[in-house]
Each structure stands twice: as structure tokens, then as C-alpha cells.
């Protein structure tokens, strides 16, 4: 059974960098892709990006200029650094797998989220 | 982007009721449509992929159906454990999208 720990400071001040990583344990991150979401307090879900295991990314449009996520197979984690950040940003961050089956893709197992508040 | 429109936004039902959440998609997405079930404080729950499909572990009492645009979530018998909030996604094309949320409510 996969699972995954998303670890990082859960304050942040406004212009700078949030940095979170995930762990994953109880399976190798070196296949499928690994993605982080986040949920604004009483908002809908919303993507973040993603990254496979060979490294190749793909990020949400709305925040792709201020947006890294990068991944270390030695250790089995994979990370989001979001720059910039202001109030807006201040939300429960989520990492997650995103895997396929039968040709359709789906966030399958997820970490237990973190708050992120940004607050000076 | 393709936007995905739940409907209704809220739910009031009784156990036992059985229940269907319609989840609309701004453009055609085939069946690359999830659901998920989210309880307070948890991380969503994958609970049907591909439209249809019926994610290992997960009762029988939840069914999806639909393709295109429009696509329907059916619990047909309300348990205790099922008051949640439910969401849909796309991810047909990127950046892959959320419904705004269902939330299910005990009357």
C-alpha cells in the first residue's frame, strides 16, 4: 500500500518561497507520475502540476510562472516550491499519485494534506 | 481550461435515499471523468475513474455513468458514513480541472 507525507513549514510570509515535500513509502516513486493539489479554505480543489519519475513536468497555466516541482528518487520524495506567495496561496496542499488504469488516469493514493497560511 | 459544473452544490437527504450528483463538462471529455469523496479534514477519495469504473475497495452502492458532457454520480442507498462533499474531474485535457464540490448532508 502506497503512502504519502507531506512535510514543510505550514507558515510562510508574503514574496517568499513555499517549499513542501512528499515522501512516499510503501512503493517505489520511480514509476507512475506525482502530482501536488491544493484546496483554499472552503474552495474547490485545484492542480498544481505534476511530475513523472524520469523528471518531466507538467504545471496548472495559473501558476506556472512561479512554480517548481522536482523529484529525488534516492530518497523516495518529490517536492513543490511556489514563489511569490501571497494570501491567495494560503490553502491545504495535497501530494498525490496520479496513475493509470485501463488507458484513464486518476489521483489514486493521497498524502493527509498540509495548511500552508500566508500571513506576514 | 474545461470547466466542470456540479449540480446541485448542496444535498439534504436521509439514509437509505438514493442519491445522483450531475457533474457537466464545458466541452466534450469522453470518459476522462473521476470522483471523489471528501470528508472533513481528510484528503479526497477516489471513488469511481473512467467514468464508470468502480475504484477497488469501494462499495457497490456507488455508480457512475455518462460520457461527453454531462455525467451523473448515484449512490443507491445512503449510509451514515456517506455525508461527505463530492467532486468531480476532469482529465481529458490539461490542466486537469474540479468540480466545484457536492456537499451531502444528512436531513
Known amino acids: 500500500q502506497v503512502q504519502l507525507q507531506e512535510s514543510g513549514p505550514g507558515l510562510v510570509k508574503p514574496s517568499e518561497t513555499l517549499s513542501l515535500t512528499c515522501t512516499v513509502s510503501g512503493g517505489s516513486i520511480s514509476s507512475y507520475y506525482w502530482s501536488w493539489i491544493r484546496q483554499p479554505p472552503g474552495k474547490r480543489l485545484e492542480w498544481i502540476g505534476y511530475?513523472?519519475?524520469?523528471?518531466?513536468?507538467n504545471y496548472n497555466p495559473s501558476l506556472k510562472s512561479r512554480v517548481t516541482i522536482s523529484i529525488d528518487t534516492s530518497k523516495n520524495q518529490f517536492s513543490l516550491n511556489l514563489s511569490s506567495v501571497t494570501a491567495a496561496d494560503t490553502a491545504v496542499y495535497y501530494c498525490?499519485?496520479?496513475?493509470?488504469?485501463?488507458?484513464?488516469?486518476?489521483?489514486?493514493?493521497w498524502g493527509q494534506g498540509t495548511l500552508v497560511t500566508v500571513s506576514s | 481550461d474545461i470547466q466542470m459544473t456540479q449540480s446541485p452544490s448542496s444535498l439534504s437527504a436521509s439514509v437509505g435515499d438514493r442519491v445522483t450528483i450531475t457533474c457537466r463538462a464545458s466541452q466534450s471529455i469522453s470518459s476522462y471523468l473521476n470522483w471523489y469523496q471528501q470528508k472533513p479534514e481528510k484528503a479526497p477519495k477516489l471513488l469511481i475513474y473512467a467514468a464508470s469504473s468502480l475504484q477497488s475497495g469501494v462499495p457497490s452502492r456507488f455508480s457512475g455513468s455518462g460520457s461527453g458532457t454531462d455525467f451523473t454520480l448515484t449512490i443507491s442507498s445512503l449510509q451514515p458514513e456517506d455525508f461527505a462533499t463530492y467532486y468531480c474531474q476532469q482529465t481529458y485535457s490539461s490542466p486537469i480541472t474540479f468540480g466545484q464540490g457536492t456537499r451531502l448532508e444528512i436531513k
Open positions: 498525490a499519485n496520479y496513475q493509470r488504469t485501463t488507458g484513464y488516469y486518476a489521483f489514486d493514493y
Open positions: 511530475i513523472y519519475y524520469s523528471g518531466s513536468t
